[in-house]
């Protein structure tokens, strides 16, 4: 067991979907979920740690007392964390730290968002001096270009074709068919999907994630607070990794115009995404052997195949051949997204982080019904925030 | 049509002349280059320099990875009416071992785009307005000078 373990007591989530309501809803329902699975009074949580939402106003911007407020002032320090994708991984790991510090022994994490329809948009207002602004003023570079950059690349590099690209959705909406808090619970057919109209060459339609509605909270306690509780062998968080690139960061990401220069420092031996997954099994003391499941953000189907290289699962080009393979289906050797993943939710920005630990927690819980992965003892989420916020949480019982 | 001026869609990125360049910088101190121009202090953090150069980037790179949008982007994007689809490229530099981004111009017919692919910058419409054809740096073909 490492000196770094918290337990987590309780998860919750508010269905995922394009409901129109107000996140605060969302949050509090997550949040009570939470509370109610870790058998805890709401007093009793000592820190109160909010994902921000950016498109929400002010009370997104400052979650955490958002949420702390709509449950009812009850005194608990608040902090809020925005790192894109990547906030609700940043939340979790201020109440890990508050916790490991001796500062709390009870901390409620809770991400919630409500998003427009269609591309996410930059923020309004004429922004001259804001990358993520520009990119879309000069370039027309939406969310889904970058996507398509890094899927043709598969493509040309490792002969990746748009039916493996499909066989990721079939797969994942597969798994999500069942999940009371997926929004997409429709099984898919690799035809249906390269029938749907091309968005960001190769992707189309149905291999992109969507937008949605929805909130995931976490309840996190010392392994002291647990055992008094008589809770003996709760899920443990063994790592959480919030690293930034190294420079040179020499791959292109989002919202950027060009990466680092290698010209001068050479490369990393890591690219960021790698580094990710390193730091988070450095922490634990695991390696991809030792994983059981999986969660990892697929904003695209290709992307989930860069993932899969990411985590150390394969090798550089033999992602395809794992998903071929059904290595990467429940039943399969290394399930990955047995929620469904983005396929199955859309992406809920500073709730999906959460979500994915909720979904690993039931996982080794044995609480995932239909998708349940059997004997599941350790698990591990990814994913990336735009900005260079990196986001993994390894937990394991 | 003809006699609209053209301007730059944003100032100081790019050279107007027949031989386009992407303006970027470089630290006097360690070499490391930048693009867009970075305002002050360099960003190897293995390096303290504080004085950058702005220096025009190479004009000519390798395609890197490619995509072709299908859908007009939200604003602030000002998409042509009838929308068109238009490439995006993802080019490397040698020279100063970066990728930088820009949109294709829509004289290459994205069929014949490929990673490695040799390309060179010019410039391209972005968008107008009455007065004014607002240009942005595009990658075209490399012309056969045989
Ligand atoms: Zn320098």
């Known amino acids: 067991m490492g000196d770094h373990d918290v337990a987590v007591l309780g998860v919750g989530m508010h269905p995922w979907g394009k409901w129109g309501r107000n996140f605060v809803e969302y949050g509090l329902v997550a949040a009570r979920a939470a509370l109610q699975d870790a058998g805890l009074e709401w007093r009793d949580v000592e820190f109160v740690s909010g994902a921000d939402t950016i498109r929400n106003g002010y009370p997104g911007f400052v979650a955490g007392a958002t949420f702390a407020q709509a449950l009812g002032w009850q005194g608990a320090p608040v902090a809020s964390s925005y790192a894109a994708c990547a906030s609700g991984a940043t939340a979790l790991n201020a109440a890990r730290a508050q916790i490991l510090a001796g500062l709390c022994d009870v901390a409620l994490v809770v991400g919630a968002d409500t998003t427009p329809k269609g591309f996410l948009a930059p923020t309004a207002g004429e922004r001259g001096d804001d990358p993520d602004w520009l990119r879309f003023r000069l370039l027309g570079a939406t969310n889904p270009t970058y996507f398509g950059l890094y899927a043709r690349r598969r493509m040309e590099l490792f002969g990746a074709t748009p039916a493996d690209f499909a066989k990721v959705k079939v797969k994942n909406a597969a798994h999500g068919l069942t999940n009371p808090n997926a929004r997409y619970r429709k099984a898919v057919t690799e035809d249906e999907i390269m029938a749907s109209p091309i968005v960001s060459d190769p992707l189309r339609l149905l291999d992109i994630c969507a937008t949605s509605d929805g909130a995931a909270a976490v309840v996190l306690a010392s392994l002291d607070y647990a055992r008094r509780h008589s809770l003996t062998n709760p899920i443990r968080v063994a790592a959480v990794s919030t690293v930034t690139p190294s420079y040179p960061n020499t791959v292109i990401e989002m919202p950027n115009f060009a990466t680092d220069s290698a010209a001068v420092a050479p490369a990393p031996a890591a690219t960021f995404r790698d580094s990710i997954a390193q730091q988070a099994y450095a922490e634990a003391g695991l390696g991809p052997d030792d994983l059981d499941l999986a969660e990892v953000y697929d904003l695209s189907t290709a992307l989930e195949l860069d993932w899969y290289e990411n985590i150390g699962l394969c090798g550089p080009g033999e992602a395809e051949k794992l998903v071929n393979d059904g290595a990467t289906t429940i039943g399969g050797r290394i399930p990955v997204n047995p929620s469904g993943g983005l396929a199955c939710f859309g992406e809920a920005v500073p709730a999906q982080a959460l979500a994915q630990v909720c979904e690993v927690t039931w996982q080794l819980r044995g609480e995932a019904g239909e998708r349940q992965v059997q004997d599941a003892t350790a698990g591990l989420t990814i994913n990336q925030g735009l900005f260079g916020h990196g986001s993994s949480v390894i937990l394991v019982r | ?146």
């Open chain 2, 1 to 146: 049509m003809a006699n609209k001026t053209r301007v730059p869609a944003v100032e100081g990125w790019f050279t107007l002349d027949d031989e386009p360049r992407l303006l970027g910088n470089r630290c006097r101190k360690c070499g490391s280059y930048f693009f867009p121009k970075i305002a002050s202090e360099c960003r190897n953090p293995g390096c303290d320099g504080t004085e950058l150069d702005e220096v025009p980037l190479s004009n000519r790179g390798t395609i890197w990875s490619y995509t072709t949008n299908h859908y007009a982007p939200p604003p602030p994007y000002v998409a042509a009416e009838p929308f068109a689809p238009y490439s995006v490229a993802a080019v490397e530099l040698s020279q100063e071992k970066l990728v930088v981004l820009g949109q294709v111009d829509a004289a290459i017919d994205p069929a014949t785009l490929h990673v490695g692919m040799e390309v060179e910058l010019t410039l391209g419409t972005l968008y107008e307005d009455d007065e004014q054809e607002y240009v942005v740096w595009k990658w075209k073909g490399v012309a056969n000078r045989g």
